[in-house]
C-alpha cells in the first residue's frame, strides 16, 4: 500500500516507519503525503490504535530533512503553497487525537525536525542530533518549526538554533525541553512504548480531549482557558467518566 513508511501494529500501539534509509528517510513529498493518509484513515480510524510510535529506518536517522532536489527549482508562489501544504500534514499529526511519539534515533533535521515537533511527545537515542539547517540554503523552517521550536525551548534558543543551523545532541535537547527522554539505541521502542502504556491505562476520551486543550492554549486565535472549560464539561457526559468514577468508588481498576 505504501512505497516509503510501513505500519506495523504492535498490540495496541502502530509503529510507523519511514523507510528511505538511502536517503537518511528524507520527507519527499510521496512520503509526507503517505504519512498524511495513514493518519487520516487507518491510524485514526482502527479503534484497536491507541498510540503511534514514528521512527525512522535503520541506525543512523530518524529523517534527516526533506528532499532539497524536489524544490530547488520553485518559484516564491509555489514555496508559500509548498508550506501550506507541508502545514497541513503536520497540524494533522499535531492534532491526532491519540498520543503520538517521535523515536528519534539518529538524526532529525530540517523537515525531519519539525516532524518529531508536531508529535505529541519525543524520546531520543543518545546518539540523535537536532537541527534546523534551512538558513544555510537561503531558506527557513516552513513545516511549523519556527512556531514549535520556539514554543519548547523559547524564543531565545530557537533563534540561536534556526539562525546558526548548527545541530545540538539529545543531552542539550533534553536540557532544553526539546525532547521528554533520553535513551540508549536498544531501549528507545521500549521507552516509548513504556510511556504509552501508561496512557493506555486511562480514558481515551479524557487524552484526546487534553490533547485538544492543550494545543487551543498555545493557539494565539483561541481562548485556551475556555476550551478547558467547555471540555471539562463535556467529559462529564462520555461512558469513560461513568467508567472512571465507578471504578474509582468501587477500588478496582477502570476498563476503558
Not at 500501539?13 to 538511502?22: F, G, Q, S, V
Amino acid at each position: 500500500m505504501y512505497n516509503n513508511i510501513t505500519i506495523q501494529l504492535l498490540d495496541q500501539t502502530a509503529l510507523l516507519e519511514i523507510t528511505r534509509p538511502k536517503f537518511l528517510n528524507a520527507l519527499n513529498r510521496e512520503t509526507l503525503e503517505e504519512i498524511d493518509h495513514a493518519f487520516s484513515q487507518e491510524l485514526l480510524q482502527n479503534k484497536d490504535i491507541r498510540g503511534v510510535i514514528i521512527t525512522g529506518a535503520g541506525e543512523k536517522a530518524f529523517v534527516a530533512g526533506a528532499d532539497i532536489k524536489e524544490f530547488v527549482n520553485y518559484s516564491a508562489e509555489e514555496g508559500a503553497a509548498l508550506a501550506k501544504w507541508g502545514h497541513g500534514v503536520m497540524n494533522r499529526i499535531y492534532e491526532f487525537p491519540k498520543p503520538i511519539i517521535a523515536a528519534i534515533n539518529g538524526y532529525a533535521l530540517g523537515g525531519g525536525l519539525e516532524l518529531a515537533l508536531a508529535c505529541h511527545m519525543r524520546v531520543a537515542s543518545q546518539n540523535a542530533k537536532m537541527g534546523l539547517p534551512e538558513v544555510t540554503l537561503g531558506l527557513i523552517p516552513g513545516y511549523g518549526g519556527t512556531q514549535r521550536l520556539a514554543s519548547l525551548v523559547g524564543r531565545g534558543k530557537a533563534l540561536e538554533m534556526i539562525m546558526s543551523g548548527e545541530m545540538i545532541d539529545a543531552v542539550e535537547a533534553h536540557q532544553w525541553g526539546l525532547v521528554n527522554h533520553v535513551t540508549n539505541q536498544e531501549d528507545l521502542y521500549n521507552t516509548c512504548n513504556h510511556l504509552l502504556k501508561k496512557m493506555y491505562e486511562k480514558s481515551p476520551k479524557a487524552i484526546a480531549a487534553a490533547i485538544k486543550v492543550v494545543n487551543a492554549g498555545l493557539d494565539k486565535s483561541k481562548d485556551g482557558y475556555e476550551e478547558e472549560v467547555k471540555a471539562f464539561g463535556e467529559s462529564f457526559g462520555t461512558p469513560d467518566f461513568r467508567e472512571g468514577t465507578d471504578a474509582f468508588i468501587a477500588k478496582r481498576k477502570p476498563n476503558f
